[in-house]
Nanobody, 125 residues
Framework: QVQLVESGGGLVQAGGSLRLSCAAS????????ISWFRQAPGKEREFVAAISFSGGSTTYADSVKGRFTISRDNTKNTGYLQMNNLKPEDTAVYYC??????????????????WGKGTLVTVSS
């Protein structure tokens, strides 16, 4: 059984930082890319960041470039999303996801096969 568990969300003031973690089990973690999505109240789920299976390539939504950093530690079966200079508009439930296909990077939610339950990030002004 595949399981993804996010952690690290919470309440932070604008300009602050949080690091989210995504602990994976039940799959060969090192051959799957990892993607982060977020969903704010009343909005569609949107892509945030992705990292290739090896960690060699990353991609970010324009809204978070320069502020967020995605990484992974395949020895720990864990992905990370470092979020700096947080803004109120970053407030959302953040989800870790893994695509159906191995090796490739995907950035659309319908390509994701496995999802975590999400962790809430609230940024106050």
């Amino acid at each position: 059984q595949v399981q993804l568990v996010e952690s690290g969300g919470g309440l932070v003031q604008a300009g602050g930082s949080l690091r989210l973690s995504c602990a994976a089990s039940g799959l060969t973690f090192s051959i799957y890319s990892i993607s982060w999505f977020r969903q704010a109240p009343g909005k569609e789920r949107e892509f945030v960041a992705a990292i290739s299976f090896s960690g060699g390539s990353t991609t970010y939504a324009d809204s978070v470039k320069g502020r967020f950093t995605i990484s992974r530690d395949n020895t720990k079966n864990t992905g990370y999303l470092q979020m700096n200079n947080l803004k109120p508009e970053d407030t959302a439930v953040y989800y870790c996801a893994v695509p159906r296909e191995t090796l490739v990077v995907r950035t659309t939610h319908h390509d994701m096969e496995y999802w975590g339950k999400g962790t809430l990030v609230t940024v106050s002004s």
